[in-house]
């Protein structure tokens, strides 16, 4: 495998084999948005199933709002903000700001705990509920907060600790 490789570096050179790792890089994300406008939400899992497995390896908290059309198919997924290891700074301002520009009906809350204990936090209640009025005043649905951990996770919606909307 080496020996292949050592030989590709030298017939292709460095710069076509940038190329080519970024035309692949490409055509993942495209493939990925494809995939991911098709899914329609019904329940906290379809959107931890997705996004499960990438949240989970991350060493730092990571903020995302799904944005949903009025039938609960995804938009497309945002990132709101990007933390620390143990915290990430979300403004309610941001989150309508992007939901505002792609004529989202309703989203889904979503992040991290690089610990991989998906309890809420007390700074995670007070910023869903911030989130939840903001959102409610311009009429955007929100249906869910979730929080995912390892390999499980935790659903506001789920634990009734908030009256969004429901999914159907």
Known sequence: MVKVLLILKKRLGIMKIAQIK?????????LKEKSLTKIKVKTSKDIVD????????????????????????????????????TKSIVHPREVIKKAIAEYTTALVLIHNHPSGEPQPSQDDIVITNRILSACEFVG??????????NNNYFSFYNEELFKGDNYA
């Open 22 to 30: 970024i035309a692949i890089e490409i055509g993942k994300r495209f």
């Open 50 to 85: 997705y996004f499960i497995s990438y949240l989970r390896d991350i060493k730092k908290e990571i903020f995302k709002a799904v944005l949903l059309d009025g039938k609960n198919k995804i938009i497309k997924d945002v990132t709101i903000s990007e933390g620390t290891l």
């Open 140 to 149: 955007i649905r929100v249906l869910d907060y979730i929080i995912a951990g």
